[in-house]
């Protein structure tokens, strides 16, 4: 496997990855947003991404089918390290979705 953090491999035995100190627990995703505005998607991708938060979305497959409608809730998934720092960048965004 390959830690998520540096893209060494990481040694599953371990509770550390051995080249950038990541904790095997901090490999969990959590929900960090919930969504189904196309406008609040974007900013939050561009929040994340200019914070060097690494994320993934889920749910994001029938907006590619549809953009630009409310049809589907889109979740912004993060490591478990970054989740109090994520949740306080997206706070704003996340009271007016």
């Keep these: 496997m390959k830690c998520p953090n540096c893209k060494q ?6 509770e550390f990855c051995q080249h950038c100190n990541l904790k095997k627990t901090d490999l969990k995703l959590v ?6 505005n196309p406008m609040t998607i974007s900013f939050a991708k561009s929040i994340l ?9 889920k749910g994001e ?3 590619a089918v549809y ?6 809730t889109v979740e ?16 704003e965004i996340n009271e007016t979705s």
Excluded: W
């Design 9 to 14: 491999k990481f040694d599953e035995s371990k």
């Design 49 to 57: 991404q200019d914070s060097k938060i690494k994320f993934i979305t």
């Design 61 to 63: 497959s029938i907006r």
């Design 76 to 91: 912004f998934l993060v490591m478990k390290k970054d989740e109090s720092e994520a949740k306080n960048i997206l706070k």
């Design 31 to 36: 929900t960090v947003l919930k969504t189904s």
């Design 67 to 72: 953009p630009l409608t409310n049809l589907g």
